[in-house]
């Protein structure tokens, strides 16, 4: 298998993906596009390399199954062409999955778009710390709503 070819598949599938929806129109059939198209063919091409790869059904060149018991092996599993690339289509699918969360979120709270795109580029670029900046963030918005949904 050409990991590198996949590789930058799945980044140009996220980075179209996170285009639209920071971008673009928020109407339903763009956003029922970026969790299907997006986050959904993502999830699929994981899936599909991640058990290919440990039944063996896709050759590993680098060889070896995959441990996540212990650091070694987690770095065993990353020092592979395919690993790698399983790794980031994990990173690329759960990010932009936030990423339209946060931005309906942000949109069913009237929040605007111009303070949203700032923290969907934060989640594009570090998952973790924009989904930390838009908790702080929709705090007050949802506090003048009286919900927490």
């Known amino acids: 298998m050409d990991w590198a070819f996949v590789f930058s598949a799945v980044n140009l599938m996220a980075l179209v993906a996170w285009a639209v929806l920071i971008a673009l129109p928020r109407w339903p059939a763009l956003l029922a596009a970026v ?14 390399s991640l058990i290919g790869l440990l039944s063996g059904a896709i050759p590993n060149p680098q060889g070896g199954g995959a441990d996540f018991t212990s650091i070694e092996g987690v770095r065993a599993v990353f020092a592979s062409d395919a690993g790698v690339t ?3 289509t994990h990173y690329l699918a759960f ?4 990423g339209l969360w946060i931005a309906r979120d942000g949109d069913a709270k009237g ?9 969907l580029l934060a989640t594009l670029m570090a998952g973790p710390l924009g989904l930390g900046i838009w908790l702080l963030l929709r705090e007050p918005a949802a ?3 009286g919900r927490f949904r």
Do not use: E, K
């Not at 990010?95 to 936030?98: G, I, K, Q, R, Y």
């Open 95 to 98: 990010d932009l999955f936030v």
């Open 143 to 145: 506090r003048r709503q």
């Open 35 to 48: 969790l299907y198209l997006g986050v959904g063919l993502l999830c699929l091409i994981y899936g599909v």
């Open 86 to 88: 399983i790794g980031w």
């Open 111 to 119: 929040i605007s778009r111009f303070v949203q795109a700032p923290v």
